[in-house]
């Protein structure tokens, strides 16, 4: 049998657990919505998000594939592709409409 005061730092011990994870989960569903500035590369091939839209500067289309682009060499600029409406993230322009670029179009 406890005494009052084990049974109240008990009820302390689990309320303050459940806080805990729900500041955790929180923070996992925050992190979900993280904008696609985090994506931006300068390594790999990515997929246009419009074939009509040509690559940004410093980046070709790969044996005439319409739907890729793909770095010139290291020095290229990191990109990632956007909708029309959003907006680049902090150090990034805007070129075409649909990339996002830390090169200035």
Do not use: F
């Amino acid at each position: 049998m406890t005494n009052p005061q084990n049974a109240r730092k008990l009820l302390i011990g689990a309320g303050l657990s459940l806080a805990n994870l729900a500041l955790i989960g929180g923070m996992a569903i925050a992190s979900m919505n993280v904008p696609a500035a985090a994506q931006g590369q300068n390594r790999e091939t990515i997929v246009k998000p419009n074939r009509a839209v040509a690559c940004p500067s410093g980046w070709r289309t790969p044996d005439g594939d319409t739907s890729l682009c793909e770095p010139m060499g290291t020095l290229a600029p990191k990109i990632y592709a956007k909708k029309e409406k959003e907006t680049c993230a902090d150090g990034y322009h805007e070129v075409y409409r649909l990339w996002c670029s830390t090169k200035k179009p």
